[in-house]
């Protein structure tokens, strides 16, 4: 059975940087394709990005696209997001995700079946 858990969360300024991890445990990673989802308090989960399950592809929400860069390192069983250029409104709660079915660039949280804990990224103005 994978176990994801994230890492990497904080506090940070507007236009700062940070890089999220997850990291799966037990073997199998190969297997899943990832995103990454975020849910703000009082707001409903929100994808952020997805990723193939070689990593060749990769898929991002408007609000993110040319600021965050998803990837993975199958061999290490972990997966990454790159955010740069943080605004305020990306200030979340963010979960990696896993679809074991394996269909890629889906937006739907109920379509992956794997759960991350969550790390809690805050940005300030």
């Known amino acids: 059975q994978v176990q994801l858990v994230e890492s990497g969360g904080g506090l940070v300024q507007a236009g700062d940087s940070l890089r999220l991890s997850c990291a799966a445990s037990?073997?199998?990673?190969?297997?899943?394709?990832m995103a990454w989802f975020r849910q703000a308090p009082g707001r409903v989960r929100e994808f952020v990005a997805a990723?193939?399950?070689?990593?060749?592809?990769?898929y991002y929400a408007d609000s993110v696209k040319g600021r965050f860069t998803i990837s993975r390192d199958n061999a290490k069983s972990m997966v990454y997001l790159q955010m740069n250029s943080l605004k305020p409104e990306d200030t979340a709660v963010y979960s990696c995700?896993?679809?074991?079915?394996?269909?890629?660039?889906?937006?739907?949280?109920?379509?992956?079946?794997?759960w991350g804990q969550g790390t809690q990224v805050t940005v300030s103005s």
């Open positions: 037990g073997r199998g990673l190969s297997m899943y394709s």
């Open positions: 995700a896993g679809n074991s079915r394996g269909s890629f660039g889906s937006r739907l949280p109920s379509d992956y079946d794997l």
């Open positions: 990723l193939s399950r070689g990593g060749t592809s990769t």
